[in-house]
């Protein structure tokens, strides 16, 4: 069975990649050429960023003081 | 003269300046790990269900590494080394090893929560307004429901930054495995956070 290439479906695929910057140059023109040109995966593309970093800051919470205290207190004595 | 390692049987006293070398290359162990602990917790409290939970193992695996601080090779990264610990011994805790990728329904692509939020909204497609749409208990909660195999690597590389290849080094897994766990684990993440965010199944 023949499938259209779907250089969007292409795109999604290279999201995590290009992202992650774990591809080639080559493959980064390809997509960057593709972005240029595709308001609906540029949508998407940027959307990725702003949503790692809102989840890296949503999950933040803070360590309390107490237990620092804590982890201090494990040290081994100086003599 | 003593030579290394310096403490055998045969040594009536200790080499005191070996000793306080030895002291010292401790000290600053200890010190450099604590001054990591707010970067190692980050990590910690989202592998865990619970802040208590997160506590105990912090304590844990701080304890273990000043007991085995020998055993870190200076220059090495150390906030990995710890990390690597800390994940081994949540699995020793008991925690199940879970065995879900066959029974996992087919995770959506990598669009879908944009376009779940978009065809959720007012018809504004901006970007930064479609993420406000997600509420900072969306992302806690959605996270804690993606399984432990998946999460893992999730939080060790979008939490904590690790590179692929630290990950793969902590978890002992290879890093195809770090790559494709992560890429499941994102999608997972992303259909959690669009039930919690807009429902369900329509």
Not at chain 1, 5 to 27: F, G, K, S
Not at chain 1, 34 to 51: A, I, V, W
Request: proline share 4%.
């Amino acid at each position: 069975m023949m499938t259209a290439y779907d250089p969007c479906a292409h795109c999604e695929e290279m999201m995590q990649p290009y992202m992650d910057r774990v591809i080639t140059d080559l493959e980064r023109a390809e997509a960057e050429a593709h972005l240029d040109g595709c308001t609906y995966c540029r949508k998407r593309y940027r959307f990725e960023e702003k949503l790692r970093q809102f989840v890296r800051q949503a999950v933040h919470e803070p360590m309390a003081v107490g237990l620092k205290t804590k982890l201090a207190e494990l040290r081994t004595p100086l003599l | 003269m003593v030579g290394w390692p310096g403490m055998s049987e045969t040594t009536r006293e200790p080499d005191a300046r070996q000793l306080a070398t030895e002291a010292r290359d401790r000290v600053r162990f200890e010190e450099d790990a604590l001054a990591l602990s707010d970067q190692v917790y980050r990590v910690a409290r989202h592998l865990v269900g619970s802040r208590e939970e997160a506590e105990d193992l912090m304590q844990e695996t701080y304890a273990r590494a000043f007991r085995s601080w020998r055993s870190f090779t200076p220059g090495t990264n150390l906030r990995a080394w710890l990390l690597r610990i800390l994940t081994n011994l949540n699995i020793d805790r008991g925690r199940k090893q879970q065995r879900t990728p066959d029974t996992q329904p087919l995770e959506e692509g990598d669009y879908f929560l944009y376009n779940k939020l978009e065809a959720s909204g007012d018809g504004a497609s901006d970007e930064e307004r479609v993420v406000e749409r997600l509420s900072q208990n969306d992302v806690v909660a959605a996270l804690s429901e993606v399984p432990h195999d998946f999460r893992d690597v999730v939080v060790l590389v979008d939490v904590g930054d690790f590179t692929y290849a630290d990950a793969a080094q902590i978890l002992d897994i290879p890093i195809g495995t770090v790559m494709s766990r992560l890429h499941r684990g994102r999608r997972i993440l992303k259909q959690a956070m669009a039930e919690s965010a807009v429902g369900g199944e329509e």
